[in-house]
């Protein structure tokens, strides 16, 4: 089992920036995808950015230039840096852990961004 805990979510205005946060403990592999994902409010769940154990990283269109995802692996933690957000970024973010090549995957508990003046 792995247990994934978030940490940096709150209240930014547009513009501003956040960095949020996923240590992994337990079983921890040593091949995965390690990353976030976001929910907004009637949307489906989507990829944000992940990076994977050989620090190859992934991110979706919309967040290329304003987000950058980075691992500390002594620490099995991942961190998402947020600059210039937008209301459009508004959403639940989960944090995600999945083996390769099994593909078992654990998920975080989720925390809120909100973007808004």
């Known amino acids: 089992q792995v247990q994934l805990v978030e940490s940096g979510g709150g209240l930014v205005q547009p513009g501003g920036s956040l960095r949020l946060s996923c240590a992994a403990s337990?079983?921890?592999?040593?091949?995965?995808?390690m990353g976030w994902y976001r929910q907004a409010p009637g949307m489906q769940r989507e990829l944000v950015a992940v990076?994977?154990?050989?620090?190859?990283?992934n991110y979706a269109d919309s967040v290329k230039g304003r987000f950058t995802i980075s691992r500390d692996s002594a620490k099995n933690t991942v961190y998402l840096q947020m600059n210039s957000l937008k209301p459009e970024d508004t959403a639940i973010y989960y944090c995600?852990?999945?083996?390769?090549?099994?593909?078992?995957?654990?998920w975080g508990q989720g925390t809120q961004v909100t973007v808004s003046s």
């Open positions: 995600n852990i999945r083996r390769i090549p099994t593909n078992d995957a654990y």
């Open positions: 337990g079983r921890i592999f040593s091949l995965y995808v």
């Open positions: 990076v994977t154990s050989g620090g190859s990283t």
